[in-house]
């Protein structure tokens, strides 16, 4: 069975046909560039482009890079502004002439994905996904289930908005070390396992492609922590994933 998924992030929307047997890609994905300014008219219509590129006309599931309750945005940390209160359910059906749609936010949609076809598969405890990038998304889950929303990336660490220090933009931008960087991850990873005593953590986003370069240096966590396994795929496999009631 497939189902469309579509990933929406500050510098690209991506999206293909998933086939949900496999959790993976039905055909190779497409993408087109996020605009500027990204606001919800804009990234609707690249949403719309990405979608018609397959002649897609079934459900669709979509992420955004915020708080989603009921369809709807409630925060913008990384994205245009004009986004909180925007209803993008609503928004993406109309433009896709009525097709049902289901909307959660990406770090969610990514570990939806991991749980079920990637590094959290068969874990019933608590398993927390992380995707470090622009911002730091967080996906909780216990007995397989997403508590979603959980937006620990926002967390204070040193008297900051912890992804500002600890994603992986935060390392580009400031020309970081590797080591320099995983001590900035394991004071982040600390202070997240003192709150939630995990199993696991799930480390996602680009950078986890370079895994072995920052986890061997991060001490001092109880948790097990391993890298991501569908890496750039995984918040359209969850979109597709969710669009079915799957998550
Ligand atoms: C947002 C989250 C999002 C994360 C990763 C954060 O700034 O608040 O909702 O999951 O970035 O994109």
């Given amino acids: 069975m497939q189902i469309f998924g579509v990933d929406i992030g500050g510098s690209g929307i991506k999206g293909a046909p998933v086939d949900l047997d496999r959790g993976d890609l039905a055909k190779e994905r497409h993408k ?4 500027h300014p990204a606001t919800p008219e804009a990234v609707v219509e690249g949403v719309r482009e990405v979608v018609e590129h397959f002649g897609w006309t079934g459900p669709v599931g979509a992420t955004f890079p915020g708080v989603i309750t009921d369809g709807t945005a409630r925060t913008a940390a990384n994205v245009d502004k004009s986004w909180i209160g925007t ?16 909307v959660l936010n990406d770090a969610d949609a990514a570990g939806v994905a991991e749980m079920h076809f990637g590094a959290g598969k068969g874990r019933t405890g608590t398993v927390l ?5 622009t911002g730091i998304g967080s996906a909780l889950f216990t007995g397989g289930r997403l508590v979603p929303n959980t937006e620990l990336g926002h967390l204070e660490l040193h008297g900051h908005d912890a992804e500002k220090k600890a994603s992986s933009k935060a390392r580009e931008d ?4 590797w080591e320099h960087w995983a001590r900035r991850v394991q004071k982040y990873l600390a202070h997240v ?5 995990p199993e696991l953590f799930i480390i996602g986003g680009g950078v986890s492609r ?3 370069k920052f986890l061997p240096l991060i001490e001092g966590i109880s948790a097990e922590i391993v890298p991501a396994q569908l890496q750039n795929n995984a918040g359209i496999v969850g979109a597709a994933m969710a669009a079915d009631g799957r998550a």
């Fill in 210 to 212: 370079k895994a072995h």
């Fill in 174 to 177: 400031e020309d970081l070390t």
């Fill in 193 to 197: 396992e003192m709150l939630f005593s």
């Fill in 32 to 35: 087109v560039l996020t605009p």
């Fill in 87 to 102: 209803d993008i359910r609503k928004l993406v059906s109309d433009r896709l002439g009525g097709t049902p749609v289901t």
């Fill in 129 to 133: 996904m992380l995707t470090l990038g």
